[in-house]
């Protein structure tokens, strides 16, 4: 069955004005408001807030001027609500990405609800049978709005390749769910969520996007433009076409298929603008894996890019942090699963995702599939003799 994704392009995705235009362009092309929300419905927009800091003209998050226009274009449908709900990543604080953001001023402005869903109740779903996470705990408000909207920024990102629709309905769960997440194996765990969890509308600001060593260290893209649909993995493929990224690529998309939600792209019809007038390659999260300090030994035992991309943003952070690397230690790194380290070497080991669990038993070893890139710097901040970031590293382990 064809399912349509919808694409604005525009020319200045901070001018409220013209983004209001657009938005208003891009509902005229997917049914108006009116038609497409049922009348007095409590509607529910999931943004994706990756900071504390104001950061949404960086491509990093959700923009308050592309917020805006969605409100007021939902408004027209005359809802019984208008709620903006977020619970963002680990270490970070829903209500300070609000505040920073212009988001608290745009509430004002519309007569929209924010709300951390951290301070809500979440409640447990089945996912598919026979696959990682058996239930997920996910936001009450999110699982019972009358109409949810899935709103995210679009991004390059270095465990995921791109994060669009699918990847933001992460920010539903709980804190230890995203743990969990990251611990089992994170693109199979967002496509298993995404079995269940199924948004009435996805609206991508692609406005301000982002290329690179997303989610957070990249490039700002002034794409300009929007993207809408109702189905996440048409929504994800036109946008991984748009980056010129193969949809092949995007783990969570095969991972779709498995399941038994995929769709070819055959069944994708675009409407508006096409790919083609729209495409601009974005830079992927996959620079070499160079690590220039004589001290530091990297046994790449085939490891996905994924947990390569972990490392190496994980020097950079610490770097950016004022970390001078020449401080670390002798070390071998060990990641991939065929990464190991050899009987004669000496030095601190640090073994690096779920590949290398036949390290477990060794302090210094870092979960998951692939391990957040905060989890490595924090092993890296402790072997320092610094600081954890992110709290402890049983934490993380859940077996
Ligand atoms: S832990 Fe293994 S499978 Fe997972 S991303 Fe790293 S190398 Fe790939």
Same mark, same amino acid.
């Given at each position: ?204 600001? #692609? =406005?301000?996007? !982002?290329?690179?060593? +997303? ?6 893209? *002034?794409? /300009?433009?929007? %993207? ?85 943003? #994980? =020097?950079?952070? !610490?770097?950016?942090? +004022? ?6 230690? *002798?070390? /071998?790194?060990? %990641? ?64």
């Amino acid at each position: 069955m064809l399912t349509s994704v919808a694409l604005v392009k525009g020319k200045n995705g901070k001018d409220l004005n013209e983004v209001r235009k657009m938005m208003g362009d891009l509902f005229a092309l997917i049914g108006p408001a009116s038609k497409i929300i049922p009348p007095n419905s409590r509607v529910l927009i999931k943004p994706n807030l990756t900071a504390e800091e104001n950061l949404w003209e960086k491509g990093i998050l959700t923009g308050p001027v592309f917020m805006q226009a969605l409100v007021e274009e939902v408004q027209k449908a005359n809802p019984a609500e208008v709620v903006i709900a977020e619970a963002i990543a680990i270490g970070l604080n829903t209500k300070k990405a609000f505040a920073a953001n212009g988001y608290e001023e745009m509430a004002r402005a519309t007569g929209a609800r924010l709300m951390d869903l951290y301070d809500g109740e979440f409640e447990e779903i089945k996912t598919p049978a026979g696959g990682l996470l058996k239930s997920v705990r996910v936001s009450r408000e999110v699982w019972h709005a009358d109409f949810f909207i899935n709103a995210p920024v679009l991004k390059t990102h270095f465990a995921s390749t791109l994060t669009a629709a699918m990847k933001n309905l992460k920010g539903t769960t709980t804190y230890n769910e995203k743990k969990r997440f990251h611990y089992l194996g994170l693109n199979k765990a967002v496509a298993e969520l995404n079995a269940v969890l199924k948004p009435h509308l996805i609206v991508v600001d #692609a =406005l301000i996007a !982002l290329e690179g060593d +997303g989610p957070i260290a990249g490039t700002p893209v *002034g794409l /300009n433009l929007l %993207l809408a649909g109702r189905n996440a993995v048409a929504v994800d493929t036109v946008a991984a076409r748009i980056m010129d990224i193969d949809p092949a690529e995007v783990l969570s998309l095969s991972l779709a298929r498995e399941i038994g939600y995929g769709i070819e792209e055959k069944e994708i019809q675009v409407i508006g603008n096409s790919i083609a007038e729209v495409r601009r390659p974005f830079v992927r999260a996959c620079a070499p894996l160079q690590i220039n300090l004589d001290q530091i030994h990297v046994m790449d035992g085939e490891a996905c890019n994924a947990c390569r991309n972990g490392l190496r943003i #994980a =020097l950079g952070r !610490l770097q950016a942090a +004022g970390v001078s690397l020449a401080k670390l230690p *002798g070390m /071998n790194i060990s %990641l991939g699963p065929k990464g190991s380290f050899s009987e004669s070497f000496s030095g601190i080991a640090l073994p690096i995702g779920n590949c290398q669990n036949q390290y477990k038993h060794l302090p210094n070893y870092v979960p998951g599939c692939p391990p957040p890139a905060f989890l490595v710097a924090d092993q890296l901040r402790e072997i320092l003799g610094e600081r954890r970031k992110f709290g402890p590293k049983k934490d993380f382990i859940m077996e």
